[in-house]
């Protein structure tokens, strides 16, 4: 979608929105007897653009960008996606046999699966992941325009900033005798990997890493935030378009700037002393 307003003899803004919303299935062959069972992805993207251009004069214009996006993706199990209990949970999932455990009658190498004597369904070892990861993005520019004599003199920024967030777990085990729900638990049964979210999998800009202050003394309370990545970068330049009789000559010079803005090892090869998180 865009549209164009014209605001006096001078000035003009485009404006700009586009959407995208995708759900696909991911075929796996060794789940073939249960369709339900298959990978499931929902993909949903927002952008929304914005240009303005104001003339001062026949030799110097301007033109002012700005943009801002969303992309956000999730992918699990088709049933039960992000509601990762039920993944191992015998009572919700017939292919479990007992909480956290993969079902006793399923028989190999027949593609993992086989038919269940006590009901007469088909089993198979579900999927067992759960991934979701956004990447919301800011973007602006500025750039300004002069024709003086031969010379086309150019100058400007541009400047992006981005929040990046991921999850990543087996949530199979949460169902599993004994399961505790701590973070503990998560990462070393759940195989979790995470930033910008909690590790229940709900969004969370908390950044907390003082569970690794003293990793020999846990007393399974601690709680874990790693939030949201958020790089940057920046960028100016200056550029001079001219004629030197036959000869056009392009001259210019350009500043740009990243910043990971994250953590990072103070030493690579201390990654640890003292009992501490070297960061």
Same mark, same amino acid.
């Given at each position: 979608l865009k549209t164009k307003l014209l605001l006096g003899e001078n000035t003009n803004v485009k404006l700009g929105f586009n959407m995208t919303d995708e759900e @696909?299935?991911?075929f796996a062959m060794f789940r073939y007897y249960n369709v339900g069972d298959q990978a499931y992805q929902h993909n949903d993207a927002k952008s929304y653009t914005m240009e303005a251009t104001h003339v001062f004069d026949k030799n110097f214009y301007a033109v002012l960008k700005g943009s801002y996006s969303i992309n956000e993706r999730k992918q699990g199990?088709?049933?039960?996606?992000?509601?990762?209990?039920k993944?191992?949970?015998?009572?919700?999932?017939? @292919?479990?046999?007992a909480n956290g455990t993969a079902n006793g009658y399923r028989i190999f190498p027949v593609f993992n699966a086989t038919f269940n004597p006590e009901n007469g369904l088909a089993t198979n070892n579900p999927y067992n992941l759960f991934h979701r990861n956004s990447n919301e993005k800011y973007?602006?520019?500025l750039d300004l325009n002069y024709r003086i004599d031969k010379h086309d003199l150019k100058a400007g920024f541009s400047f992006t900033t981005?929040?990046?967030?991921y999850f990543n777990i087996n949530p199979r085990q949460i169902a599993a005798a004994g399961f505790k729900n701590d973070f503990a638990s998560y990462r070393d049964q759940a195989s979790i990997r995470y930033y910008g979210y909690d590790w229940n999998g709900s969004v969370s800009d908390n950044d907390d890493w003082s569970y690794y202050n003293d990793l020999d003394n846990l007393t399974g309370n601690e709680t874990f935030g790693d939030g949201p990545k958020k790089p940057t970068s920046f960028g100016l330049y200056v550029n001079d378009k001219f004629e030197f009789g036959d000869i056009i000559l392009n001259l210019g010079l350009r500043y740009d700037s990243f910043n990971a803005n994250t953590w990072a090892f103070k030493d690579v090869t201390k990654t640890y002393a003292d009992g501490k998180f070297q960061a």
């Open positions: @696909h299935g991911i199990n088709r049933k039960w996606m992000s509601d990762l209990r993944y191992g949970d015998s009572a919700a999932n017939n @292919h479990s046999q973007q602006a520019s981005n929040t990046v967030r």
